[in-house]
């Protein structure tokens, strides 16, 4: 096969005689230089044209802009990328920088200092775009839900919002079901999530006792950096029963609810659910009580995880246009580490501790202990899972 530089030889040898030339005689010089070359006849001619006009010889150029962010960067942004869970581009681009400096230090980051500064200074559309083509097509899942309402309804009231006044503290609750069935026994995860601050706690238990249920929020309590002010479940009865009210009222937390059939009333946990429970655990069928610990050490690392690491952006408003609705986010993602320590309502002595605690975590760290986890929870529910639904 021709070479570029033979072909360059070529083109110069029977450029000055091909511009001489009659029509008949340019001809005989394309016929015999797309023998000698390989090239289209209509490419031979352009050729001559660039050549003639230029003062090149004709080479395969790349069209359009020059591309600045190379492999390299894009090695570079994966690696981010996988340390904050594959989340999409408007939420790593808040923590980019953040995470880059803190593998640095412990010694983690492996990228050329050009591809690091490159990375620093790309703009959330270029990471956005790039972060697409890292996404495979992945089957779409759904949970069921096991949400019954509760006979003791009216010992709770209901509370619609708004939202948008509450300091730290007031939050939301739901139940998750880790089964493919609404039939026998399962795990569940009880998850809080912040209203103001977006801190996620999640919480496992095995079915939805009023005692387990307990426990779960008794765990969550011990686990939020602010006092917890406000519970706000839906009308599950694992929540709206006597025994969690009764412990609500010695903690000095206020048990509200939302309306029955209505879950954008607890809009800000049920999105959670799918970007922290399913997101980490999955769809697995969870159904033997020797998984709860398991499930519940993996909590114990996603929880700073989440608190320190992972931003989310925070929808500010929607505009009805015609019949659809165009909503409108913050212009930039916190973290909810970030959002508490902004936040007036949280005392100094709390910021100062979570400023301390943050400067010894890395994000790849906590990353790769999660993954130890999910295998020890899918290990743990292989070996005691058919024993424990046998019995």
């Not at 608190?307 to 916190?334: C, D, N, P, W």
């Amino acid at each position: 096969m021709m070479t570029m530089t033979t072909k360059q030889e070529v083109f110069q040898k029977h450029l000055e005689r091909y511009l001489k030339a009659t029509r008949q005689e340019k001809g005989d010089i394309l016929d015999h230089v797309c023998f000698v070359t390989g090239m289209h006849c209509k490419s031979v001619g352009r050729a001559f044209r660039r050549l003639q006009l230029h003062g090149t010889t004709p080479t395969h150029k790349r069209r359009g802009r020059t591309v600045v962010y190379g492999p390299d960067v894009t090695v570079a942004l994966k690696t981010v990328w996988e340390t904050g869970s594959e989340v999409c581009g408007e939420l790593l681009h808040a923590v980019t920088n953040e995470y880059i400096d803190i593998l640095q230090r412990d010694g983690m980051w492996e990228h050329s200092h050009p591809a690091t500064a490159k990375l620093r200074v790309m703009s959330e559309g270029t990471m956005k775009n790039r972060i697409g083509t890292f996404m495979k097509a992945r089957r779409l899942q759904h949970g069921i839900s096991s949400t019954k309402p509760s006979h003791l309804k009216q010992i709770v009231p209901i509370f619609t919002g708004p939202w948008s006044d509450k300091p730290p503290g007031h939050g939301q609750l739901d139940s998750v079901r880790h089964s493919d069935s609404a039939f026998g026994d399962a795990v569940y995860t009880v998850q809080y999530t912040d209203a103001r601050t977006l801190v996620t706690v999640p919480r496992a238990q095995f079915n939805k006792g009023q005692q387990a249920t307990k426990e779960s929020m008794q765990g969550i309590h011990v686990r939020l950096v602010f006092a917890w002010l406000n519970a706000h479940p839906d009308s599950g009865s694992e929540f709206l029963n006597w025994v969690v009210k009764g412990w609500c009222d010695e903690e000095g937390i206020v048990l509200t609810r939302s309306r029955p059939n209505h879950k954008n009333d607890n809009m800000y946990v049920e999105e959670r659910n799918g970007h922290v429970i399913r997101k980490f655990v999955g769809y697995i069928r969870l159904d033997c009580p020797e998984v709860v610990p398991v499930l519940n050490e993996l909590y114990d690392v996603l929880t700073p995880y989440l608190l320190h690491f992972v931003a989310v952006r925070r929808m500010t408003g929607k505009v009805k246009i015609k019949s659809k609705y165009q909503r409108q986010y913050e212009k930039v993602a916190k973290t909810p580490y970030q959002r508490i320590l902004e936040h007036p309502a949280v005392t100094n002595d709390v910021k100062t501790k979570l400023k301390a605690k943050h400067a010894t975590l890395n994000p790849l760290v906590l990353k790769k202990e999660i993954e130890r986890l999910q295998q020890k929870v899918y290990a743990t529910q292989q070996r005691y899972g058919n024993h424990s639904r046998g019995s």
